[in-house]
């Protein structure tokens, strides 16, 4: 408040002199005597005063909003870090019609922020250079990227970019090109972290974000706190590969299990096919982010002879199903949850036939036999019976192509 009244009175006493600056060139066209020496004199006198006052008015970063269903909440904008807790920057209470305004007279520094209201957030990107910038919404779309930002550019390259994979207008592989290699590094670094997430597997696209860091943004704490995060999930990545029970050149041992109709499946049975194991569940998000992607490479190479056996980990575990102890609710439930997996199935639009299941969640037989502690996990077997490719997921249409 006391820099706004500052800036109004800076405005006002430029238009002061430059009212007085006006009369007195009259007056002195008006007597026939100019003097352009003192009119050179004045002007550069008042120069000084023109120049702080306009660059006053546009000093700073300006955050301002409209958010339905926000009113008279607040709205909070943190400093995002990956190995600190976020730092409030500031805080404003949102009006009755939902607008809201975050003033900062010395601007905003480069770097990732992200505005708070309740369990709500929105991710900004800066690039130390925006003065006005607005956010429009709804308080209910925020989690889900449906809010626009206009006066940050790498906020708008950035929600563009998510909301395109969202809508399905850019798959897995482009998505991971665009991150690693297009995008502007900070805009890669949240989509690395948002969308991929900190995961061991996704570590070589974490490497190639973390080195555009170093060259773009080296000044920044948060390019040196990613490399350290880098060189943990590089440990984890050894530590993991260590103690996978199937590794590549191995026979990929047998699965048998039902599909929705109670028909017996193998792996068997797929010998002499180049074959995708693919373990899911309905209730997994990132696994049914993945199946767009499996769809359009069995679509694109089934007639070569390639194929998915997807086991699901829906349904019941022993203790849950203790618990629940009557047979018939028992029942009840575990029709439900074969229902969800079969309706994940049909929204998906996983078109192949092998889809099997035993209906035991993390008790799956062959989840067990695999070494399966988290899902999705792949498995990528050649015509030959042999494990070929662990986790082919960014780069599963590659290994498809290698191995047909």
């Not at 972290?193 to 996704?202: G, H, I, K, V």
């Not at 056996?309 to 439900?336: C, F, H, K, P, Y």
């Amino acid at each position: 408040m006391l820099y706004e009244v500052y800036i109004a009175q800076l405005q006002i006493f430029n238009y002061v002199l430059l009212t007085n600056f006006a009369l007195i060139l009259f007056k002195t066209l008006k007597f026939k005597f100019l003097n352009m020496a003192l009119v050179q004199r004045l002007f550069l006198l008042l120069l000084p005063f023109v120049i702080a006052t306009s660059c006053g008015a546009i000093k700073g970063t300006v955050i301002t909003g409209t958010l339905q269903g926000a009113e008279n909440m607040t709205v909070f904008l943190d400093e995002l870090s990956i190995t600190t807790q976020p730092k409030i920057l500031l805080q404003e209470k949102v009006g009755a019609d939902g607008k809201f305004k975050l003033s900062f007279p010395d601007g905003v520094k480069k770097g990732i922020y992200r505005l708070r209201i309740g369990e709500q957030v929105a991710d900004l990107l800066m690039d130390g250079t925006e003065k006005e910038v607005v956010v429009s919404g709804s308080l209910s779309g925020l989690n889900e990227f449906n809010y626009t930002v206009t006066g940050s550019k790498l906020s708008e390259e950035y929600l563009k970019t998510v909301r395109d994979y969202i809508d399905k207008k850019m798959d897995v592989p482009a998505l991971t090109t665009y991150t690693g290699k297009t995008a502007d590094p900070l805009v890669g670094f949240q989509i690395a972290a948002r969308l991929f997430t900190f995961r061991p597997e996704f570590t070589d696209l974490h490497k190639e974000v973390s080195g555009r860091m170093n060259t773009t943004y080296p000044e920044l704490n948060l390019t040196k706190e990613y490399a350290s995060i880098i060189a943990q999930l590089e440990q984890q990545m050894q530590a993991q590969m260590a103690a996978q029970k199937i590794k590549v050149g191995e026979p990929a041992p047998e699965i048998a299990l039902p599909d929705p109709n109670g028909k017996m499946r193998k792996l068997s049975d797929y010998k002499g096919k180049v074959v995708l194991i693919d373990f899911w569940a309905s209730w997994c998000g990132p696994c049914r982010k993945a199946n767009p992607h499996v769809v359009e490479v069995y679509h694109k190479y089934k007639s070569q002879g390639f194929d998915v056996l997807s086991v699901s980990l829906d349904g019941i575990d022993s203790r849950t199903a203790e618990r629940i102890g009557d047979a018939a609710q028992l029942n009840e439930q575990m029709a439900a949850q074969k229902q969800r997996w079969t309706d994940a199935i049909k929204q998906d639009q996983l078109a192949w036939d092998g889809h099997v299941s035993d209906l035991k969640k993390w008790e799956c037989a062959p989840a067990g036999e695999y070494g399966v502690r988290s899902i999705p996990q792949t498995f990528l077997v050649g015509r030959d019976g042999k494990i070929v490719a662990v986790n082919p997921r960014t780069d599963l249409e590659e290994q498809v192509k290698k191995f047909l």
